[in-house]
């Protein structure tokens, strides 16, 4: 019975396997009609099968083409991905409620000038998703991402394995996501992070106004985070960050852990209204790497760091003297952090992330910056930036078209000219 089983399922993935060559093969000769009537068969039989990922796979097909072959195709495509929802499992439901969710995200991405121009109101004007006004289209893409995240526990125990047939995956991706939930999770993810603010903001918009959302992730995957702005974007990016902590915290060395909780924080530091934000993620980060100290995964955070006291150092003033007891030396801090994180891990993500931000410190920079008009035979000054330099020459002369130009040669980078035309 074993080996009869076997044979059926190897028979099954080389019948699929033939089959989406044959389809790319009449895509790429222009054939769509034909590719759209092959793929109609594929989808019967992976139905019949309840081969749920092939399924999906010719769903989306049958909609590539529909775009092809029918003009206004867009609700023809948005009703069938209903109705597959209402005749699916439980788990193909999620995944096609996930999938809906991105075609109404895409379709307002494509044709975002015409919902700007429209007045919001109170109930749906019509079926037609194109006619909508833009709160209303948001309301129902978070509708249908939310529902896509019940059943987490079902989720968290599907194997992304089990649907390479409709991922694009690099190698080691599925570290970071290793399962549907991760998977539908970072999906709505892409959308609640979004930097769009065109809706319509109640009296009671939620804001992320509480160092509490920076803190270490233990504190914050037990946070009570609750608003009445229920639709808000940037709440329901916390609660989704807040639910994948939870299931990874039993291995917060695990990338997938790591990784999220360092989109969580870099998140609210962008859209963070408090102060000090920027000290405040350092100190989080700081006390993420003690906790698993000795562990390869530490790397992304101590990289975290470096970056943040990078960010800093772009900050520095040299006319300030605050400046100058604060930041004048966070590049140099972030450099030891990249040696030390290369030395102690040196095969590692992080390590090489270190590796490429210190060739950003290290990279030689130079700009001159003059007063647009100079007076005539008088001495003019020329503000020249500099780092990481060891030797400026300077060369100056008119060329024939009376233009001034400004050579600079120096040791780490060869030669450079700085022109100024029409000079007089």
């Not at 037609?128 to 939310?146: G, M, N, P, Q, V």
């Not at 970071?176 to 918009?205: G, M, V, W």
């Not at 917060?252 to 924080?265: D, G, P, Q, Y």
């Amino acid at each position: 019975m074993l080996i009869c089983f076997a044979f059926f399922s190897s028979a099954q993935s080389n019948y699929y396997e033939t089959q989406w060559k044959e389809v790319l093969e009449l895509e790429n000769d222009g054939l769509s009609k034909s590719a759209s009537e092959l793929v109609d068969k594929i989808y019967t039989r992976a139905k019949n099968n309840d081969n749920t990922a092939q399924k999906i796979k010719a769903l989306l097909h049958q909609s590539k083409y529909l775009q092809i072959l029918e003009e206004n195709s867009q609700l023809t495509i948005i009703n069938n991905f209903k109705s597959e929802i209402e005749a699916s499992n439980i788990v193909t439901k999620h995944i096609l409620e996930n999938l809906l969710a991105n075609l109404y995200w895409q379709y307002f991405k494509q044709n975002r000038y015409k919902f700007y121009d429209r007045s919001k109101t109170d109930v749906k004007a019509s079926y037609d998703f194109r006619t909508w006004d833009l709160t209303t289209l948001f309301t129902e893409i978070h509708t249908y991402f939310d529902r896509s995240l019940q059943n987490g526990l079902l989720l968290q125990q599907e194997s992304l394995n089990k649907y390479d047939a409709i991922l694009n995956t690099v190698k080691n991706s599925k570290d970071y996501r290793p399962t549907l939930f991760d998977f539908l999770s970072h999906n709505a993810l892409d959308f609640y992070k979004t930097s769009e603010n065109s809706i319509t903001q109640p009296s009671y918009k939620f804001n992320i106004d509480t160092i509490d959302f920076i803190s270490p992730s233990e504190l914050f995957a037990n946070l009570n985070i609750s608003s009445k702005d229920s639709v808000n974007l940037q709440f329901n990016a916390l609660k989704v960050y807040q639910n994948l902590l939870r299931f990874h915290q039993k291995d917060k060395t695990s990338k997938a852990f790591v990784s999220a909780n360092i989109e969580r924080l870099n998140f609210v530091k962008q859209n963070a209204t408090f102060s000090n934000s920027d000290d405040e993620i350092i100190k989080t980060y700081q006390s993420e790497l003690k906790a698993i100290e000795n562990n390869a995964t530490t790397a992304l955070y101590s990289f975290e760091i470096a970056s943040q006291l990078v960010n800093q150092a772009s900050k520095y003033n040299t006319n300030s003297k605050n400046d100058a007891k604060t930041l004048r030396w966070k590049n140099k801090e972030a450099l030891s952090i990249c040696e030390e994180t290369i030395s102690k891990f040196p095969k590692s993500n992080g390590a090489q992330k270190c590796e490429i931000l210190i060739k950003h410190i290290l990279q030689p920079n130079l700009s001159l910056k003059t007063e647009r008009y100079l007076p005539i035979d008088q001495p003019a000054l020329i503000l020249v930036n500099y780092k990481n330099l060891e030797r400026l020459n300077f060369d100056i002369w008119f060329d024939k078209k009376n233009a001034l130009i400004l050579k600079v040669a120096y040791s780490r980078l060869g030669n450079w000219e700085y022109r100024v035309k029409n000079f007089e």
